[in-house]
């Protein structure tokens, strides 16, 4: 389980395609490498992927062809910076909200522009996101854990405070840029026990019964 806060950006040093067996990638960074193991979770870009080799000054992954087919990872180059956060350990911090490193669909940057000291994206979404998303939730675009700030069909906005344009890949996208998006993940489970609840029942029951 990831929070959205990106601790680097790392650089893809190579992304070694392999037809139809998916892709390998190669990503030189810094400060996650404290503490990381072969067989860890690095989400990159909001992707959930398995270091599989790890070096001095770097790590490697494979990536499955669903990932590619279904991410933007398919558009990804060597020299491309990346948002990098290592799994949450059970005694840290809490500071974003949950991420689960698992993409639910691409969107596009539509707009950006200034607002006093903030930058606004308005980003188009896909029906399986927009459905888990309200307005002052949290969504993750491109693994960074953000405040939804305006909603509309097709589209939601976030303002992007001075921190988070300086630490993380975000101020690098452009109008017509895809980029990874995933929904609430508690909306998720809440939306599949209101619809398995029994006939007749309601939601106080269908709560009660599912243990909250």
């Known amino acids: 389980m990831f929070t959205g806060l990106v601790e680097e950006g790392g650089r893809v040093e ?6 139809l067996e998916g ?3 190669r990503i030189k960074a810094n400060r996650v490498l404290a503490d990381l193991a072969v067989g860890d979770s690095v989400a990159v870009n909001g992707i959930c992927l398995t270091v599989t080799t790890l070096g001095k000054e770097g790590f490697a992954a494979d990536v499955m062809p669903e990932t590619l087919r279904k991410t933007g990872f398919e558009a990804l180059k060597a020299g491309d910076v990346v948002n990098l956060e290592r799994a949450m350990p059970a005694t840290g911090r809490f500071g974003g909200h949950i991420v689960t490193g698992h993409i639910d669909g691409v969107g596009r ?15 188009s979404a896909p029906p399986e996101v927009l459905r888990y998303t309200v307005e002052k939730g949290s969504i993750s675009v491109d693994g960074i854990s953000l405040t939804v700030a305006h909603l509309e069909e097709g589209a ?11 630490e993380t890949t975000l101020m690098d996208r ?32 269908a709560l009660r019964d599912n243990g909250f």
């Not at 190579?14 to 037809?19: D, T």
């Not at 940057?109 to 980003?123: C, D, T, W």
């Open 14 to 19: 190579a992304v070694e395609r392999k037809g």
């Open 23 to 25: 892709a390998r990638i």
């Open 109 to 123: 940057v539509l707009k950006r522009y200034r607002e006093g000291n903030a930058i606004i994206f308005k980003i």
């Open 156 to 166: 939601f906005s976030v303002s992007i405070i001075p921190h988070t344009a300086a």
């Open 174 to 205: 452009r109008v017509g840029d895809p980029v990874n998006l995933e929904g609430d993940y508690i909306g998720k489970f809440v939306e599949k026990l209101l619809r398995e609840r029994p006939a007749g029942g309601n939601l106080l029951d």
